[in-house]
């Protein structure tokens, strides 16, 4: 059977269980990893959807192992407000959409900005 799995943080769990969905908030990315692992070793078919800021903590080599999985899928999702100070709103959207599609785009006005801040 497939299902839908959503990896988040410990505040946005509740509404997926509301939802319906199995929803699951690991304590720190390792965690989340081994979540992930038990659900692959366990055959599990689906699609999991993860909190960006958990999966740009993960190892790049556990990343491409998901990206290659053939049973469980995996989007990205944004899991609130900013993890850091260099994350913002559309970088988060930009990174959805270069994994969506295949290649970064940029916003209008970005390049000019970076020149300056560079």
Not at 39 to 50: C, D, F, Q, S, T
Not at 62 to 77: C, D, G
Not at 86 to 113: D, L, N, P
């Amino acid at each position: 059977m497939s299902r839908f799995l959503v990896i988040t943080r410990p505040e946005l769990r509740a509404g997926f269980h509301l939802a319906g969905v199995d929803a699951y908030s690991p304590v720190d990315v390792e965690s989340a990893q081994e979540l992930i692992e038990s659900w692959w070793k366990a055959g599990e078919v689906g699609l999991l959807a993860i909190d960006d800021g958990l999966l740009e903590k993960m190892e790049p080599a556990f990343v491409r192992r998901m990206e290659a999985h053939e049973k469980v899928f995996y989007v990205a999702m944004p899991g609130g407000g900013p993890l850091g100070p260099e994350t913002s709103r559309k970088h988060r959207i930009a990174e959805m959409i270069r994994r969506a599609v295949g290649f970064h785009i940029t916003f209008r006005g970005e390049e000019g900005q970076r020149d300056k801040e560079g």
